[in-house]
């Protein structure tokens, strides 16, 4: 555990598995105590998370088009989906209706289930491209199936961006700077120095845990979430 050089969030499912293994192993006296309890994850210790810089941003934005999956890793910076939300987005899910262009995603938690989140306009042209006449996912595999987020991340993600010059193949037992998940944390610093109501910028995150008492009587809904995404 202290070799570990991932995040608190990893080490804390390490534990989580060695306690199982040890629920397990106690009833078949295969060990006579669950050691796993007296394992110190380091909580507090959670690694800082990398986001994309504004250059880095605009370099992925102009291989859009150029470079393959580019518009993949765009669409993610821009929208706050998770990468197991991305690769389950539909055609159909993409509704345009008075002026206002959004999709229906998301999974993980309740406030993140079946969300509402807008469309930059940076990135519509993407999603139109995408849902013109495809009910079915928006980003498949290249042969049509659903893609799994390992794939993702290693056939198309790590590729990309080393195409575009932002992070070599990453090799076994390497940490990259850039993850998936460093689009969900841009796209949060995206927002948060934009203005609008912090429960709208919530609400496309996914997130129930904004500041109840800033944001109880503020109402939430599109034309304000177009607002927040317009400004990115």
């Keep these: 555990m202290d070799a570990c050089p991932q995040g608190k969030r990893t080490r804390e499912?390490?534990?989580?598995?060695?306690?199982?293994?040890?629920?397990y192993a106690l009833p078949r006296h295969i060990s006579d105590q669950n050691y796993a309890l007296f394992v110190d994850t380091g909580r507090g210790r959670s690694e800082p998370r990398s986001a994309f810089t504004a250059r880095e941003i605009e370099l992925i934005l102009a291989h859009v088009g150029k470079t393959p999956y580019a518009d993949e890793i765009a669409v993610l910076i821009y929208t706050g989906f998770r990468p197991c939300e991305l690769v389950e987005l539909k055609g159909e899910k993409f509704i345009q209706e008075e002026g206002i262009s959004y999709l229906i995603g998301g999974r993980k938690t309740v406030a993140g289930i079946n969300r509402v989140v807008t469309i930059a306009p940076k990135v519509l042209p993407i999603i139109k491209r995408r849902a013109e006449g495809k009910p079915g996912l928006l980003f498949p595999r290249e042969d049509g199936k659903k893609m799994s987020v390992r794939y993702f991340r290693e056939k198309h993600f790590y590729p990309a961006l080393a195409a575009m010059g932002l992070q070599p193949l990453p090799q076994k037992g390497d940490s990259p700077r850039f993850t998936p998940y460093t689009c969900r944390h841009t796209f949060s610093d995206l927002i948060k120095n934009v203005s609008g109501a912090d429960r709208d910028k919530a609400a496309l995150m996914g997130h129930a845990d904004y500041q109840t008492t800033r944001t109880m009587y503020q109402s939430s809904c599109l034309q304000d979430r177009k607002g927040i995404t317009d400004q990115l």
Excluded: F, H
């Excluded at 989580?16 to 629920?23: D, H, K, M, P, Q």
């Design 13 to 23: 499912n390490m534990k989580a598995l060695a306690c199982l293994l040890y629920r």
